[in-house]
């Protein structure tokens, strides 16, 4: 443990603050010692890069042999069908059935099938991945991760570890789509100017080696594969999944980590998460996540909700327009999220053959007309030191209640679709520089009314995507803006307006 610490140390005085610039700067260490050891102080010092704290908005992929049934219960993952075939369990919203998906199977596929066959099945022959750039430019996102491997153990490029134990291929590229997945992938994101992500699961389901005793699986599954996806394609960022079973001194996270961080070919610049072992999230590694969470994260570590625009992150033939979140949820939801100090890395589960549902693909651009008028109160943005202004009446609100995962769309009844006595977030605030956006659910008519802000001499008002500036005066211990006549022949998406107050005290 000292070798490896004393390595990381050295390592730790090379590292780049920003992958967008040469300045190197020093920091402290103020992480309590845990039994995951001091090894993880090291970690846990590591500087997160600025590009991620301003970026904001990412795409999530997931795609798999899962793509190729597509199918759950509404309310239920369909990326975990193999455990849900195979164990004849299930969980998620809606009390889904526990024979669901063995039903399905058989009805489907046959008596004799089984969740391997759909890795020949898995073709990817319409996989485009300039094309999936585009449209996550479009959109304004400026990260994107992809699934590599998920729970399963299916990798998307070609990987001799796949095999080990199961005696048949279970790669990309020898069976189903017969090539690399993962390297047109990398190409086409940093060519669109997108930093790009790889998603990887720690542990798999249904490997032998993983469900007998020892170390082997760590040793010559997981560490060695991990190197591979890393030293084949040298990731912006590393998302990993699948730790919550065990501990460190069975994953050796931190050891691998060690390596990622003083001899990878991404070792300067690569940003991880926070799910290296059982106990770890929110607490070590690098930004923290939610998962179909509301509520945003203390204290001054990024973080990232992650979630898809209906109940699954792989495609869901089960989920109805009802399913998915709409644009202006998701617009909303991305404002206060950001106004909490947090990421969104909104997720699109692409089918079998490569393409992007439509319903995803208009989704991503709506969001993207309303962050091209607006996108200057969410980029490079950081929290004001109130996320949100709330209406009168109760400001307790509780979407998760009797849920596994809440709906997109919870955000509606936090802004304009309340419950009877329940209060509203009128606006979500971001900051940058001595600038304050208000970023308004609705238009609030001829007047509003901003609390407890108190402008600095020279102050200007505006609304972002109108020319000219409003009048205001103060008002008790905020400011009463004069709001200009509403006119529909604005260009301006109607998901929410921002209004700018350019010097704040």
């Not at 090539?179 to 940093?190: H, K």
């Not at 001194?249 to 070919?265: A, H, I, Q, R, V």
């Not at 070590?284 to 998962?291: A, C, D, P, S």
Request: aromatic share 14%; with cysteine.
């Amino acid at each position: 443990m000292k070798q490896y610490l004393l390595i990381f140390a050295i390592g730790l005085l090379s590292i780049t603050m920003n992958a967008q610039d040469n300045t190197k700067k020093d920091w402290d260490v103020k992480v309590e010692k845990d039994d995951a050891g001091e090894l993880w102080k090291a970690i846990d010092a590591r500087p997160i890069p600025a590009w991620y704290s301003d970026a904001k908005f990412g795409i999530f992929i997931h795609w798999g042999p899962y793509a190729v049934p597509s199918w759950s219960p509404a309310g239920t993952y369909t990326e975990w069908y193999q455990k849900w075939l195979q164990s004849g369990r299930i969980f998620g919203n809606n009390n889904p059935d526990h024979n669901a998906i063995p039903e399905f199977q058989k009805q489907t596929y046959g008596d004799e099938s089984s969740y391997y066959d759909f890795g020949k099945k898995f073709k990817a022959e319409l996989y485009n991945p300039e094309e999936w750039a585009d449209l996550f430019k479009r959109a304004g996102a400026k990260y994107v991760v992809l699934t590599s491997k998920h729970h399963d153990g299916f990798t998307l490029w070609p990987n001799k570890q796949a095999q080990n134990a199961r005696h048949f291929k279970w790669n990309a590229g020898d069976i189903g789509p017969k090539r690399d997945l993962v390297g047109p992938y990398m190409d086409a994101m940093r060519g669109a100017g997108l930093k790009a992500g790889l998603y990887y699961s720690l542990y798999e389901w249904y490997h032998p080696w993983y469900n007998a005793a020892g170390e082997k699986f760590v040793k010559d599954h997981y560490h060695p594969q991990f190197k591979d996806l890393v030293n084949k394609y040298a990731p912006d960022m590393l998302f990993a999944d699948g730790e919550w079973e065990r501990r460190d001194d069975y994953w050796k996270s931190g050891e691998l980590l060690t390596w990622l961080f003083n001899e990878s070919p991404c070792k300067d610049y690569v940003l991880i998460n926070d799910r290296w072992f059982k106990g770890c999230r929110h607490k070590h590694g690098g930004y923290r996540t939610t998962e179909y969470e509301v509520e945003g994260m203390e204290g001054d570590r990024p973080w990232e909700e992650n979630r898809g625009m209906g109940f699954s992150f792989g495609y869901n033939r089960d989920e109805n327009i009802e399913h998915y979140t709409s644009p202006k949820a998701l617009v909303l939801m991305l404002c206060d999220l950001v106004s909490m100090g947090g990421n969104l890395l909104l997720n699109v589960g692409p089918s079998a053959d490569g393409k992007i549902p439509v319903i995803m693909q208009e989704r991503l651009l709506q969001i993207g007309s309303w962050l091209d008028v607006n996108g200057e109160a969410i980029y490079g943005t950081r929290r004001w030191n109130k996320h949100c202004q709330w209406s009168k009446g109760d400001t307790h609100h509780n979407p998760k209640e009797g849920k596994s995962y809440v709906g997109g769309n919870y955000i509606l009844q936090q802004t304009v679709d309340p419950l009877p006595g329940k209060a509203v977030k009128e606006a979500m605030f971001t900051s940058k520089g001595e600038a304050v956006y208000a970023i308004l659910p609705k238009w609030p008519g001829k007047k509003m009314l901003i609390k407890d802000i108190t402008t600095a001499p020279g102050a200007k008002v505006s609304i972002l995507g109108l020319k000219g500036n409003l009048s205001y005066k103060k008002k008790g211990n905020g400011i009463e803006i004069q709001m200009p006549q509403y006119d529909p022949n604005w260009e301006l998406p109607d998901y929410a307006y921002v209004i700018k107050i350019s010097k704040v005290k």
